[in-house]
Nanobody, 129 residues
Framework: QLQLVESGGGLVQPGGSLRLSCTISGPTPEDYQIGWFRQAPGKGREAVSCITAGGGSTYYVASVKDRFIVSRDTARNIVHLQMDSLKPEDTAVYYC??????????????????????WGQGTQVTVSS
């Protein structure tokens, strides 16, 4: 069974940057697709970005495209989410999750909450002046 731990959240001013990390432990983490999700107060959890098991394909929700970059360090079993040009509407608890799915391409059809099997506890990101 995989375990995922998020880190890197915090308080940042609008226009600022944060880098979230998801450290993965357990058997064969390299076989799992990883997703980043977020949940704002009073809202449901939404997909932000996904990356394939091999790290060669990524997907972003439209609201973060060109501002966020997901990357994967397969040697260290860490997935990063670099978040730039942050906006107040990015404020949420951010979660990483793992899906037992190993494909060369990731799309919105395999990057949604119900597709994922293991979840971290989340890290708070607050964007405010």
């Amino acid at each position: 069974q995989l375990q995922l731990v998020e880190s890197g959240g915090g308080l940042v001013q609008p226009g600022g940057s944060l880098r979230l990390s998801c450290t993965i432990s357990g058997p064969t983490p390299e076989d799992y697709q990883i997703g980043w999700f977020r949940q704002a107060p009073g809202k449901g959890r939404e997909a932000v970005s996904c990356i394939t098991a091999g790290g060669g394909s990524t997907y972003y929700v439209a609201s973060v495209k060109d501002r966020f970059i997901v990357s994967r360090d397969t040697a260290r079993n860490i997935v990063h989410l670099q978040m730039d040009s942050l906006k107040p509407e990015d404020t949420a608890v951010y979660y990483c999750a793992a899906a037992a799915y190993n494909s060369g391409v990731v799309t919105e059809y395999v990057c949604y909450e119900g597709f994922f099997d293991y979840w971290g506890q989340g890290t708070q990101v607050t964007v405010s002046s």
